[in-house]
């Protein structure tokens, strides 16, 4: 809602604006933040950082734009609620969070999203768009003497400080066990997780190295040689690291017919176990130190990466050294550090599943 007129701009005023100077501004909202971009040519950047503040300070909230959005994302909601992949991710987070925010869907409810106001969007934004939660990343021709000036009429209107959310600490209950969402399908979906450590845990870099071999190194992680390569189970099958500031996890989906859910979950938990026993090769570890620090800079291939960076090791409360330091810390795990994170974190009793559809052979545990 806040490209969709701003001040004394309606919808089609501050989008004519834009088109008009060639400036991209979108803002998106996920779990833990809500995210601004904005590009713009050279010549046209003070007109596009007018634009901006007045989109984050004054954003207009238009009854009839407020009736699309929501309609817009009912829509998405009821898609959702066919989707067995997407139903699948949201019950784990329920299961694994009981009543927590965490659990909640993530893009809420239909009676959620008929239930929210004009009036509490405004509220929000009055008290919540604040300085010192601020984050920013600027990439381009510019200089801070040039940015500072831009940066202070932007953002200096925003309130000093923000009201504080009031988050309960997040308290995952990761215990092992299954459950299963009957669904009429040829094809469930599998979503399974376990604990993982925080980002700016000492443990992430070995971590990072042990969830690459496990199940998020594309064609040569462990997962996907044992589940696709070897036996044909599935077509895809990976895991990724999901964290913040309150609650690190791993998580992994699989996507695979009925009749084979039962043995790509077997499959898994195995692997798990393994890993958490056993830690890795020394041979595996080698490669996962290459293909991640040789792809670390593949990332900052435009402006629009490098500054969604720099936001990033803000957040995280990481310095300017991160960029260097980064590859550094990854390249000195060892072989011995490894195997102390993965039997910490890959606990075969801490590894919890959400089947959707009908698997052959399985229950609810």
């Excluded at 927590?100 to 809420?108: L, T």
């Excluded at 830690?279 to 593949?298: I, N």
């Amino acid at each position: 809602m806040l490209t969709e007129g701003a001040g004394d701009m309606d919808i089609e005023a501050f989008n004519t604006a834009l088109e008009d100077n060639a400036i991209e501004i979108n803002f998106s909202a996920d779990t833990l933040a809500v995210v601004g971009e904005m590009r713009t040519l050279t010549r046209n950047r003070d007109k596009a950082f007018d634009l901006y503040s007045l989109a984050l300070t004054r954003p207009r909230f238009d009854p009839d734009s407020i009736s699309i959005a929501k309609e817009q994302l009912r829509s998405a909601i009821r898609n959702n609620r066919e989707n067995p992949t997407e139903i699948a991710e949201d019950r784990w987070y329920q299961e694994v969070f009981p009543g927590q925010p965490f659990g909640q869907p993530r893009i809420g409810t239909i009676e959620s999203v008929d239930a929210i106001t004009r009036a509490d969007m405004q509220k929000f934004a009055a008290e919540r768009f604040s300085r010192d939660v601020l984050y920013v990343g600027v990439v381009g021709d510019i200089t801070p003497a040039e940015l500072a000036p831009l940066l202070d009429s932007t953002f200096g209107p925003l309130p000093a400080k923000a009201r504080p959310l009031g988050l309960p600490e997040a308290a995952p209950k990761l215990v092992k066990g299954l459950k299963i969402v009957d669904r009429d399908v040829s094809q469930s979906a599998v979503y399974f997780g376990g604990p993982g450590p925080l980002r700016a845990s000492p443990d992430f870099p070995a971590f990072l190295l042990a969830n690459h071999i496990f199940g998020a190194g594309a064609f040569t992680s462990r997962l996907y040689l044992e589940v696709r390569e070897d036996r044909g189970l599935a077509y895809a099958i990976d895991t990724n690291l999901s964290f913040s500031d309150r609650v690190g996890l791993v998580v992994g989906r699989v996507g695979t017919a009925n009749a084979s859910v039962a043995k790509s979950i077997e499959i898994v938990r195995s692997e798990w176990a393994k890993i958490g026993k056993d830690g890795v090769t020394a041979k595996e570890l080698e490669d996962a130190k290459r293909y991640l620090t040789g792809s670390f800079w593949v990332s900052y291939i435009n402006t629009r990466e490098i500054a969604g960076k720099l936001v990033w090791v803000q957040y995280h409360g990481f310095g300017t050294g991160y960029f260097t330091e980064r590859n550094e810390r990854v390249e000195a795990v060892t072989l011995d550090e490894i195997k102390a994170v993965t039997a910490k974190y890959y606990d075969p009793e801490k590894l919890f599943f959400v089947v959707v559809g009908k698997p052959e052979g399985l229950k609810s545990e």
